[in-house]
């Protein structure tokens, strides 16, 4: 990079502070409605982006109520006052409902209380009807100081000075029942909470041969108890916007009788607390327990969730949106004009967008009118293509048709687990062997990676075989690292053997390698010119062609939970900085974004090149965010930074934050080794702070998947198997080979929607050197880490500045699945 592209980069730098200048303006936050895991990271977001800017920012306590109470319940916050709260539940602030604020003499003393301090921006994180409330104040607003100058309480100067508000809200709601975002601040935490307990629930079930009839929350939306029965693989599930045909009740009894038929010891039926029938009469769990043991005599069991769904830590997916959504509230606030109308910061795949607050609340509203008047296609269909996805890939799964009833392919799919072990595999194996059979196929289980594969390790797997596979972490099949390289002959003579019509690899970044093995060795071995789709499934999150990677989400979840529990051990002892080494191979994924969601002060990856000087002296000096040319080097783009990490470590510790984080990347740098770090920041901090350091190693490859690797892994793997089958019925009697580069893909997440990418496309795209993408959309999110950890560096206001209409919702397959 010459000295004018940083000269130019100095300027973006600049242009973007005073853009964002929040300079004699002040922000209110307030949480209202149900409280939400996640709310405290948002509410953190916006007080330090606010401050950031150099605004003011304020605390509302207890909602709407403490806006019209004022006093105390309306104080400045400091950047120390949120800290240590990203893995609270609940929301420090409170909630409450407020009766006073839906008068219109409520929402004067709010508005009096608001203006006695300069707040005329309005951040507000709750559901539908908060957000309501907020948009009606926002309209009434100018209305209500000519009012209050009537009435005395105050002078013209005030109201033409705070002459009109603006409002941008967050969805806080665990029902994920809100239209215009793909996932609601609390939701994945909520989901996390109930397959902790079905999981729990499954060993005892299994031990007694009963039914379990578990209850969750969901009055109005059936998300929750949808997405939580793809993800234990639920036998029957009751949802307010689908209600069960006529004669559910038989169906459902012959439906249990045949998994007791098939020694199938455990019967699981997920119960939205608003389920109802095609009548919108109640559905209830005690109901369905007596049909149960009336009809059929089963050890039956009734379990309601209740609030354990909002208790417990925040997943590190709702930190990291609540943050985001945090900052990107605040740049809204300060980019609004009195023209502009009240947004919402919203989820689109991975990408925050603002949308009408007014439009996506009458959505919202639409879904409850189209149940009301038993519109339930409608219902289902307002609710978003996901929420119709889930629940067509849920039906898909969990009732096998008879096999007279199958029209017969006469094709064999055969499925591979490749490279090392991540969560959400075993959930992948088992849709695409229902979705398979389903589809006529034979579906054909390698066992042992391709060394398998070159001995014959191969096997028919039935609709029964993959029963309860979806919570199981690792991988049944067996997984190796092993490329086909040097057993293509092998292989191919299985596949000729075995009559192999197309495969589907999952795995991590030897998958995708030996996808392009394949489609080199199609000119000599025929047998490789059928349909192969390459799933992604690794922690690192490395594989070209996805945003999103399976096992992922559950890696980044064991870097925060052991982040959160070591920043615990230190609530006893003062001005302590933890070194955390996580796993990735040369991706910085894991460190980045466990950094952002636990809190950290630093996470040092190999895509952003560091030196001595950014660990030890404070210089005033570019820092480093790499990019990949096409020529195939890694350069530097600049970002202003005018402090190191120690530094930055050494004046925290005169705060009341006496305590430090810092994440390694396992390859971040061949020379800066985590043991280097840390005797280094021994050194530099001597007498101010000492150090600490743990390697996170294999851990986070093991556990039980996450919510979202178990469900991401059950839907991209039943859309991968609609492909091949696509390709399969074109060839159907014509001795088709597939020669084509779009015959051999990678199924992935890019922004907002699933795509089958070629991997000879994608070899373009790609670092092979150090197994990464040249591209990563992660790094945008760099920055505001180093925000909200208190440096000072610059932030690109994202292009997101305009609302977008609301058909943008309902794309085609969300990152938050």
């Keep these: 990079m010459d000295d004018e592209d940083v000269a130019n980069r100095k300027v973006s730098f600049r242009k973007c502070l005073e853009h964002l200048s929040g300079a004699g303006k002040a922000i209110g936050v307030l949480t209202s409605g149900g409280d939400a895991q996640g709310m405290n990271a948002a509410v953190r977001a916006v007080v330090r982006m606010g401050i950031y800017v150099g605004a003011k920012v304020y605390f509302i306590y207890e909602g709407y109520q403490g806006m019209v109470d004022g006093g105390r319940n309306i104080v400045e916050a400091s950047w120390e006052s949120v800290s240590s ?12 409902r407020c009766k006073a604020f839906r008068t219109r003499e409520g929402r004067l003393r709010a508005a009096h209380n608001l203006v006695q301090r300069g707040i005329t921006n309005l951040c507000v994180i709750g559901g539908d009807g908060s957000l309501t409330g907020a948009n009606i104040f926002r309209k009434e607003w100018s209305g209500l100081l000519e009012e209050l100058a009537q009435n005395g309480e105050m002078d013209k100067e005030q109201v033409q000075k705070h002459s009109y508000l603006n409002v941008v809200g967050m969805v806080g709601s665990i029902d994920n029942d809100f239209c215009g975002t793909d996932m609601t601040i609390g939701t994945d935490s909520a989901l996390h909470r109930i397959i902790e307990v079905v999981d729990a629930i499954m060993t005892t079930a299994q031990s007694h041969q009963r039914t379990f009839v578990l209850e969750v929350m969901g009055r109005h939306c059936g998300y929750l108890a949808l997405v939580s029965a793809l993800a234990c693989g639920a036998d029957w599930v009751f949802l307010p916007e689908s209600p069960p045909e006529e004669g559910w009740q038989e169906n459902m009894c012959i439906k249990l009788s045949e998994n007791r038929a098939r020694k199938k010891r455990l019967n699981i039926i997920i119960v939205a607390e608003g389920a109802i029938d095609t009548q919108n009469k109640p559905i209830t769990s005690e109901q369905i327990k007596e049909l149960v043991v009336k009809q059929l005599g089963y050890d039956t069991r009734v379990t309601i969730l209740g609030h354990v769904q909002r208790g417990g830590t925040p997943s590190a997916f709702d930190r990291i949106l609540a943050s985001r959504m945090g ?10 004009t009195p023209e502009t109308p009240a947004c919402v910061v919203s989820l689109s795949g991975n990408q925050a967008v603002r949308l009408p607050l007014v439009e996506c609340v009458q959505m919202t509203q639409d879904v409850q009118r189209a149940m009301d008047e038993r519109r339930f296609k409608d219902a289902v269909r307002l609710r978003g293509r996901s929420f119709e996805s889930n629940l067509n890939t849920y039906k898909r799964l969990a009732i096998k048709l008879p096999d007279d009833q199958i029209v017969k392919s006469n094709c064999n799919v055969a499925i591979i687990n490749v490279g090392a072990p991540a969560a959400g595999m075993n959930a992948a194996v088992r849709s695409a062997v229902r979705v398979g059979i389903a589809d006529g196929h034979k579906m054909l289980a ?45 292989i191919a003579a299985q596949m000729r053997k075995h009559s192999i019509n197309a495969l589907l690899i999952v795995g991590g970044f030897e998958a995708f390698e030996s996808a392009i093995l394949f489609a080199d060795a199609r000119d000599h071995h025929q047998e490789f010119c059928v349909p192969i789709c390459v799933l992604p499934a690794t922690i690192s999150n490395n594989v070209p062609g996805t945003d999103l990677s399976m096992g992922s989400d559950t890696g980044l979840n064991a870097v925060v939970e052991t982040c959160d529990r070591i920043k615990q051990s230190a609530s006893g002892t003062k001005r302590r900085v933890f070194i955390i080494e996580t796993m990735g191979g040369y991706c910085g994924y894991l460190a980045n974004m466990g950094g952002l969601a636990a809190g950290a002060d630093a996470a040092y990856i190999f895509e952003e090149p560091f030196d001595i000087r950014d660990l030890q002296k404070a210089t005033s000096r570019p820092c480093s965010a790499s990019a990949y040319l096409h020529s195939g080097t890694w350069t530097r783009t600049t970002v202003m ?49 000492d150090c600490r350091k743990n390697v996170l190693g294999h851990m986070q490859q093991g556990g039980a998947p996450s919510p979202f690797d178990r469900n991401f892994g059950t839907k991209i793997s039943a859309r991968a198997m609609q492909w091949i089958s696509t390709k399969l019925k074109e060839a159907l009697g014509k001795g088709k080979r597939f020669m084509s580069d779009d015959s051999i893909c990678v199924l992935g997440i890019s922004k907002r929607n699933l795509l089958f990418q070629p991997v000879a496309q994608l070899r373009q795209e790609t670092d092979f ?15 505001l880490m180093k925000i909200l950890a208190k440096y000072k560096v610059s932030y690109e206001v994202s292009d997101s500045d305009q609302l977008e209409p609301m058909h943008h919702r309902g794309h085609e397959e969300p990152a938050a699945i």
């Design 85 to 96: 709260i990203l893995q609270v539940g609940g929301t420090i602030i409170g909630s409450a």
């Design 327 to 336: 900052v990107e509230a605040v740049v809204a606030l300060l980019q609004a």
């Design 446 to 490: 390698i066992y042992d990676g391709f060394e398998g594969f070159a001995k014959g390790q191969i096997k028919e797997i039935g609709w029964g075989d993959v029963g309860g596979w979806t919570g199981q972490g690792g991988s049944i099949l067996g997984t190796k690292r092993t490329l086909p390289g040097k057993s293509l002959e092998d």
């Design 641 to 689: 930074t005018t402090e190191s990490n120690v530094e930055h470590l050494t004046e925290k510790m005169k705060t009341t934050i006496q305590r430090g984080l810092v994440l390694r990347n396992e390859s971040c740098n061949e020379n800066y080794t985590t043991d280097f770090i840390y005797q280094l920041y021994s050194e530099e901090g001597k007498g101010v702070f």
């Design 769 to 783: 050197e150090h197994r990464i993408p040249k591209e990563q959309w992660w790094l945008k999110l760099r920055p």
